[in-house]
């Protein structure tokens, strides 16, 4: 890999501007107070479904597992008017699986290559890894930055890392995960979206968690991904996408993070090429809140999942 | 034939000088039995005028002198006026024979020593840190308003006049006052000892005259922010009229009873706070 | 010094009707009586001038309820009830003082939504204001105020306070509950009476508010609401049992007010006018000071005498605050005020529409350059959609005269010197706002700025413990804090 000059964090916030953290906590405390009621929450409810990647990553993962995932990613319910979902989200080894299921369908498969969730692997591993999955027929591929060598100021080598990676996607989409709970502040997430852009293509994502850590998407750090979109693409013209995973359950919450794409980057964004959740849980009770408005009755949660249990 | 001694004729502390009115007038300084002491400049509201740019010059420097810096230099004032105690102790008599004149010396001393401690601590009595509900550290500190004139009693010509000054200097303002008309010598030499008091020039001005010329421009300067006044019904409510055309603040001491400018209570840190603004700064708490 | 961030002006966002929002109205009931008399010695009483007035919804022009006239003979019986309970009131433990603060609390806790309602038909600020913050901060003014009441020594070092008897209080349109919870709950905590007067446009929270009064058990006549226009809060100030006037509104009427008192010796406490300086250095959070900009001046339609209504952006990166901030206005909502995604709501009345009607066209024919968002606003209401104005100089009349509405006028600076100096140069000097991620510079603004309250990469926050109010023209006192309650008590 070439290794490019170094960039100093302190000079590309210098450039991108800060973040206060305080202000960008109230600014998303107000999309918390909109309410969204009758057409619109359907429509909100449905474009949701529409943006889920619908993910299992888990260390007992099975092929069967997987083409259940796959198949509820084509038709989460029975009501036609509800769609499909944006891709499913698997590890690269069962790529082959969902390809058999989903092939010739809307539904594309994201996989999270690149040593998921740490990264901590050579880049070689890292790059044969994500030539695997695409060559399994992945679509996209989730890669995690190095966090490390972020936190230890070679910035380069991250954003030569995230080329070197869109490099061997070839055509397939690359999303690059933050892991913003890792860089901590505000400022770090800014900064490394900045650094993921500048070497990300039209319709590659940012990406805020693994889902792995304690913490993951944030109204917060949602917010301050959007902005660094927002700020990019006017300086560029470049539309990078935007993925918040993990953490967000409820149709509730996907509402919230609607409203922050709707308020932020407005209606070019509002679209799965442009928006995605990163969930498992969250599209039984997008479902399941459909199904409420359908019908006016409240839906009890075994319905729709089963993984809520029968309680 | 014995000598002739050198007679000093008075002249006004303005903006660290001493001068003689603008306006060329004066008026006789007579002793209690009526004799011709001196000539004392009968200043005009053009007098005023050039004290209040001579006390704006000074404001911004002296305010951000260091509390400690002030405290020293209020001790030093305190120091030259024990030096000179007796002579001002005869100007005191020299009006007014049945004075405490030295008694009220004293008093001036001891009270110019008691401002010079406070210069440090008032802030942290009178200011906070406030405990609001929101991310926010939020604090109130204490800061001085600028420019106060001062309209000093006719009696207790140096004790009253220097209580209501030092209150206003400790924290940082700057100050017009108008001295006693009928005691006015005082006044003359309280300048004098301000002069090498280190006290910046411009600090504290002094003006002898009458409250018929300087009152009413003293009540509507709209660069001063306060009046301090010892006065009557009349006098209060024309300063306040006056006032209210720029939202000015009016302190008060009635002096249809008399002041007791001895008592405990005439001197600390509430005189302080009159002529203090409080700032509340916001900032949020995050990384 | 950043690096001036690219910025193609040809680039735009879409924020179109992709997906809208529904209409969300508020449907609590907002309980409000058709007809409100007079509250005097604890009993709603019916005006001596047998008058009453209407009280007119901005948001759509109805009528909310008639508000009674009170008149000299009514200002006058008010003052009696209050003159009356004054010695037992003021000789009531602090403790028990306290106690029925805390229950008004408690009692405007309970009842908040229904007041929040009754706050927004009334005065037309939207409803997402008056619930999340009118009705719940006038709820913890009280309940910090309770707790001042057995405490007063602590107050003043060396001291302690003593009450000063019957308080006239006179509160603005703009925040009515709020400023009542300002007004009263220091009062009281001090073991003062009271006479209160609302504004002529928006009485019917404080009308509202009796009733929490009288569930409180408050005894009779320890506060009296009398309702009016001008001449009632005349009556009120010039009444000679008036111990203080406590005054918020307008300099002008201050400015009466002070000089009426001239030779009375009553105390007077003002919260006036504002012009306040909002200051942008480049190195800010640019994205959080575009909405606190936008907070600083569309918080409830910038009826708001701490607005920050003069932004002065450094220049470098004037071009981006000012496209950030047109960009931040074409999704701020502005409609009925019932509907809890309105962001900006009704301006509270016709006349104060009008007076922002021209001074906006002032702006116009002075050379200012106006920036407007496409909004639709309602057939019905007095609405003004959120206005920016740039090349503003400090000497158009939209730069020196407090607007009081949504109204925003832009300049620019170079160094923080000239920042200062464009920020003094005002009569006023109750607000300002420095944004800027530098440490020392805020404390350096912040001690030269001359304000009362100093916003530092914030806006427009208020809390129980913070204090607030002017230097120069913006008035005198404090409200809140243990400073604002050394304005309700002698120190003793």
Known sequence: MARSNPISLRSLISEIGPVDQVGIEERVAKYITRSIKKASKVQALKLAVSMVDLTTLEGKDTPGKVASLCLKALHPHDDPSIPSTAAVCVYPRLVKHAKKLLRGSSVKIASVATAFPSGQAPLATRLSEVRAAVSDGADEIDMVISRGAFLAGELALVQDEIAAVRDACGKTTLKAILETSELETYDNIRAASFLAMRVLRPGDFIKTSTGKTSSNATLGNNQVMLEAIRDFYLETGTEIAMKPAGGIRTAKQAIQFLIAVKETLGDAWLNNAHYRFGASALLNDLVRQLVKEKTGAYQAPYTFSEASGSY | ?287 | MPAKRPNNPARELLFGDLWEYDPAPETAPAHIAPRYDLFINGQFTAPKSKKWFDSISPGNEQKVSEIALANEVDVNAAFAAASAAFPKWSKASGAERGKYLYRIARLLQDRAREFAVAETIDGGKPIRESRDFDVPVAAAHFFYHAGWADKLAYAAPGRTLAPLGVVGQIIPWNFPLLMLAWKIAPALACGNTIVLKPAETTSVTAMKFCSILQDAGLPPGVLNIVTGAGDTGTNIVHHPAAAKIAFTGSTTIGKFIQRTLAGTDKRITLELGGKAANIVFEDAPIDQAVEGIVNGIFFNQGHVCCAGSRLLVQESVADEVLRKLKMRLRHLRVGDPLDKNTDIGAINSRKQLEKIQELVKSGVSEGAEIHQPACKLPKRGFYFAPTLFSNVSLSHRIAREEIFGPVLSILTFRTPEEAIEKAHNTPYGLSAGVWTDKGSRILKMSTELKAGVVWANTYNKFDPASPFGGYKESGFGREGGKQGLLDYAQIV
Not at chain 2, 146 to 171: C, D, K, N, R, V
Not at chain 2, 201 to 207: D, P, T
């Open chain 2, 1 to 287: 034939m014995s000598r002739l001694p050198i007679t000093k004729t008075p002249k006004c502390f303005l903006g660290g000088a001493f001068i003689r009115s603008e306006s060329g007038r004066v008026y006789e300084h007579k002793d209690s039995a009526g004799a011709f002491v001196c000539n004392i400049p009968l200043c005009t509201r053009k007098d005023l005028r050039n004290a209040v740019e001579a006390a704006a010059k000074a404001g911004p420097g002296w305010a951000k002198r260091s509390a400690y810096n002030r405290g020293q230099i209020l001790y030093r004032i305190a120091e030259m006026l024990e030096s000179r105690a007796d002579e001002l102790a005869a100007a005191i008599s020299l009006t007014n024979p049945n004075a405490a004149a030295s008694r009220e010396v004293r008093a001036a001393i001891d009270r110019t020593v008691h401002y010079a401690g406070w210069t440090d601590k008032y802030e942290s009595l009178l200011g906070s840190v406030n405990p609001v509900s929101t991310p926010h550290f939020n604090f109130t500190v204490m800061e001085p308003m600028g420019l106060i004139g001062i309209l000093a009693p006719e009696e207790s010509p140096l004790l009253g006049l220097l209580s209501m000054i030092l209150p206003a200097i400790t924290s940082g303002n700057t100050v017009i006052a108008l001295a006693s008309h009928g005691e006015p010598y005082p006044s003359i030499l309280l300048g004098e000892i301000l002069a090498v008091s280190d006290l910046p020039g411009g600090v504290v001005n002094l003006l002898t005259g009458t409250r018929a010329d300087i009152l009413p421009t003293m009540a509507t300067h709209a660069h001063l922010r306060a009046v301090y006044a010892a006065a009557n019904k009349s006098e209060r409510t024309e300063i306040q009229q006056g006032a209210a055309e720029h939202v000015k603040r009016t302190v008060f001491l009635p002096s249809e009873k008399p002041i007791d400018w001895f008592a405990d209570d005439a001197q600390g840190l509430y005189h302080i706070r009159h002529f203090l603004e409080a700032k509340t700064t916001w900032h949020p708490v995050g990384v």
